[in-house]
């Protein structure tokens, strides 16, 4: 393997590819992390807004399925949640000796203060040099450079192409790159741009073991990056109106925008064991969703356009490192 496959930060964590989970919140539970750590990924699950109960069955199933000393991470957002919540998450967290965490959103330096003292690794997610310059004054091991192009929540407005070398330049610790990757190709660019591994959703979601719903599954599948809108229209039941990055569909449309409230207080959908979903919520589709699917706030990247199939999570990592390899290998033959 070539050794630019091979940087450092895989020894902090504890992986074999500089392939990282992203912590997709209702998407990216214990079954997916298990299947990317079994392939040499870095695992990490979305537990954002997760009620405790959720964070220690499902921290509990993937030491089952893996082992107890697996190095993973836990991604909260705490701009996201009631303080209470967050509280009571990190001391589940703390509780449960969760190796690793991942944050996301406004840095919140007393937290990660905390968590430093209490032996946790911290990678943070940074849509920005300025969000960067603070989670590193804060004490963060690890940043993630979030770019315009990602799925999900998006903080920043930097393309990851403008945004990685910057945030590379000026950070003291290891870096990894979010946004618009899917492919090997994209894997080179990074760590080419300086990341030493990429953050990837958009090409978990399209996996068997991911648990997002088929339909969403199939049309991460069949879209292309131009059906993708940025948009702040799927805030319902989040703590701030964020931006995010979807599929178009009808509500990004505006075909809702006019609703009266008795409209708009109908359930769309029902998950998770029955729990009602509604116009505008950030809730995606998860695997047992019933209802209309497509009004679903169905998160993607600008990478969609590079995934073509639906396929294992180890299946789509040996994707990656087998087309990162082919790349390097047309880089360096002669003319």
């Not at 905390?114 to 091991?141: K, M, N, P, Y």
């Not at 192409?161 to 190709?185: N, Q, R, T």
């Amino acid at each position: 393997m070539y050794s630019v496959l091979q940087p450092p930060l895989l020894r902090q964590l504890r992986c074999e590819c500089p392939i990282m989970l992203a912590g997709m919140g209702g998407v990216a539970r214990s079954r997916l992390a298990a299947a990317v750590a079994a392939a040499g990924g870095f695992p990490v699950m979305g537990m954002v807004r997760e009620p405790v109960a959720l964070i220690e069955k499902e921290v509990a199933a993937l030491r089952a399925a893996t082992r107890d000393d697996l190095h993973f991470a836990i991604n909260l957002i705490p701009a996201s949640c009631e303080r209470a919540l967050l509280s009571q998450q990190v001391a589940a967290c703390l509780r449960l000796k969760v190796p690793a965490m991942v944050l996301f959103w406004d840095v919140d330096t007393a937290l990660i203060r905390q968590l430093r003292d209490e032996g946790v690794q911290v990678i943070h997610q940074v849509g920005s040099r300025r969000d960067a310059e603070q989670a590193l004054r804060a004490g963060c091991d690890v940043l993630i450079a979030q770019g315009l192009e990602a799925g999900g929540h998006v903080r920043g407005g930097v393309s990851t192409l403008a945004l990685l070398p910057e945030i590379v330049a000026m950070s003291d610790v290891p870096v990894a790159a979010s946004g618009g990757i899917a492919s090997g190709a994209g894997l080179v660019s990074a760590l080419a741009l300086g990341a030493q591994a990429v953050s990837l959703g958009s090409a978990f979601v399209s996996t068997t073991e991911a648990f997002a719903h088929p339909h969403h599954r199939q049309r991460m599948v069949d879209a292309h990056a131009e059906d993708t809108v940025y948009t702040t229209v799927f805030a319902r039941n989040w703590a701030l109106t964020a931006p995010v990055r979807v599929l178009q569909n009808a509500v990004t449309r505006g075909d809702f925008d006019r609703l009266g409230e008795e409209e708009r207080s109908q359930p769309i959908a029902w998950q998770d064991g029955g729990q009602p979903v509604f116009l505008f919520s950030t809730d995606s589709p998860a695997i047992d969703a019933e209802g209309r699917l497509d009004d679903m706030a169905l998160y993607a990247g600008q990478s969609v356009g590079q995934i073509h199939d639906i396929v294992s999570a180890g299946e789509r990592i040996r994707q990656l490192m087998r087309d990162a390899e082919a790349t390097l290998e047309r880089l360096e033959t002669k003319i």
